[in-house]
């Protein structure tokens, strides 16, 4: 079972800001959070993963609450390109106990659609 | 320069034929991965392995046998095909390994689409 919440669907301006929340209130201490997104018929794209801090990268931006209860993923300036369902998912480290288990639950996600 | 690629894209058969689906990462990993995207676009993972063996099982039924020639590649053989068994199929693939560190990024393979009439 997908252990976050997202909103069903979103949508944002282009050019602005998207700012897609994910709650993961039951999150373990050794769980990292990862960003997937799925662009109509293709494969899933990895975007950006954190533990605690606060993590930046070419596509996006990910804010993670102290609690680390929930995070945002942030696009910084959307384009039509960026409509997709995005998919924040928990996932242990990597551990003697899990090692080569390290598969990624989907849950539902969040449609994103840029609006021109 | 692709990195997990997957043949056939489209494959359309019949009830009870027999069909694989191939997978290649030229990307050096050491796990490959097996997921189906049902038509509701709930996307669970089916197989995973790890150097050529086999780590992950999801109760998957019998007549899917993943075989895994080398570390490169992660085929899917389909037994007895099914309605449903129709849905994308896609390969994935990961650095995972004792030389890893604490995560790894999967990479996706851009799907195959299996209808079975």
């Known amino acids: 079972d997908a252990k976050t919440t997202q909103p069903t669907s979103m949508d944002c301006a282009e050019g602005r800001a998207a700012n897609l929340p994910c709650n993961h209130s039951t999150i373990s201490g050794n769980e990292y959070v990862y960003w997937y997104r799925q662009i109509h018929s293709q494969g899933p794209q990895y975007i950006i993963h954190g533990l605690k801090n606060n993590e930046t990268n070419e596509m996006a931006s990910l804010i993670i609450t102290e609690d680390r209860k929930s995070s945002t993923l942030i696009l910084p300036h959307a384009t039509l390109r960026d409509t997709a369902v995005y998919y924040c998912i928990v996932r242990a480290e990597r551990g003697l106990s899990n090692f080569g288990n390290e598969k990624l639950t989907f849950g539902t996600g969040t449609r994103l659609t840029i609006i021109p | 320069d692709t990195a997990v690629s997957q043949t056939p894209k489209y494959l359309v058969t019949q009830m009870g034929n027999d069909k694989s689906i191939k997978c290649e990462q030229n990307l050096g990993h050491d796990t490959m991965y097996w997921y189906k995207q049902d038509s509701k676009k709930f996307l669970k993972i089916m197989f995973s392995y790890n150097n050529k063996e086999l780590i992950i099982n999801e109760t998957v039924p019998n007549r899917f046998s993943p075989k895994s020639p080398d570390k490169a590649h992660l085929n899917l053989h389909i037994n007895s095909l099914e309605l449903g068994d129709s849905a994308v199929y896609f390969c994935?693939?990961?650095?995972?390994?004792?030389?890893?560190?604490?995560?790894?990024?999967?990479?996706f393979g851009p799907g195959t689409r299996l209808t079975v009439l």
């Open positions: 994935a693939s990961s650095p995972s390994g004792f030389s890893g560190g604490p995560t790894d990024t999967q990479y």
